[in-house]
């Protein structure tokens, strides 16, 4: 029978395996992050990162304390590009995939598509209600020597996809000022209003 030390300095234990693969996971998406970065852009491949990435690059730009980790990647690219994308992806480790008609980048076979490399295509609804098509490839800026989203055409499409996790990205940006009262007048009515509506209330 266990002494109640004994079961104490196990769940100690426990606790620290669950930590470890916490910081793990965060360390193997940046990893992946920095992989299909270097990878694109030895190929000379025009590409975006969207997504939680690209929110956590800009709110790390006001306060870093304020960045949420993320646990895959995502990234956007011209239609043209995607075979040369897999071939360059490939000499990384990374393995074509689809996903509901979504291309993804496996991270060796094994990989798993929640934690793979999302693509969108440029320049295309993701879904036929959304108020506007993904930006351009060419809509980015360079942060840490990696091109991310421009942040107008970030928060464009976090107010067309208006997920709950869209949504927190969108309170966090209000929150440490990226986001003020005057982006409203910048998107069209249907994205004005969802925007407008987390302005009035972004406390929930």
């Known amino acids: 029978m266990q002494s109640s030390d ?12 669950v930590f470890e693969r916490m910081f793990l996971a ?4 940046k990893e992946r992050l920095e992989r299909t970065c270097a990878a ?5 491949i025009p590409y975006a990162i969207i997504g939680g990435n690209a929110v956590a690059a800009w709110v790390a730009t006001i306060d870093d304390g304020a960045v949420r980790n993320t646990r895959d ?12 994308a897999a071939e360059a992806m490939a000499a990384a480790g990374f393995v074509r995939s689809s996903v509901m008609d979504v291309t993804v980048f496996l991270d060796g076979p094994d990989g798993k598509p929640s934690q793979g490399i999302h693509v969108l295509l440029a320049n295309r ?16 800026t360079q942060i840490d020597n990696k091109s991310i989203i421009e942040l107008e055409a970030l928060i464009e499409m976090k107010l067309n996809s208006f997920r709950r996790k ?3 990205h969108l309170l ?20 004005a209003s969802r ?3 987390l302005l009035d209330d972004p406390d929930g």
């Open 26 to 29: 965060v360390e193997l998406v």
């Open 195 to 197: 925007l407008q509506e």
């Open 166 to 168: 869209d949504q927190t």
């Open 172 to 191: 966090d940006m209000i929150r440490i000022g990226l986001i003020d009262a005057t982006w409203p007048s910048r998107f069209p009515p249907s994205l």
């Open 73 to 84: 990647v995502d990234i956007l690219l011209r239609e043209e590009d995607l075979d040369r």
């Open 6 to 17: 004994d079961n104490a300095e196990s769940l100690v234990r426990e606790e620290v395996s």
């Open 125 to 140: 609804k993701v879904r036929t209600e959304y108020a506007s098509a993904t930006p351009n490839i060419t809509q980015t």
């Open 40 to 44: 694109l852009s030895k190929a000379g």
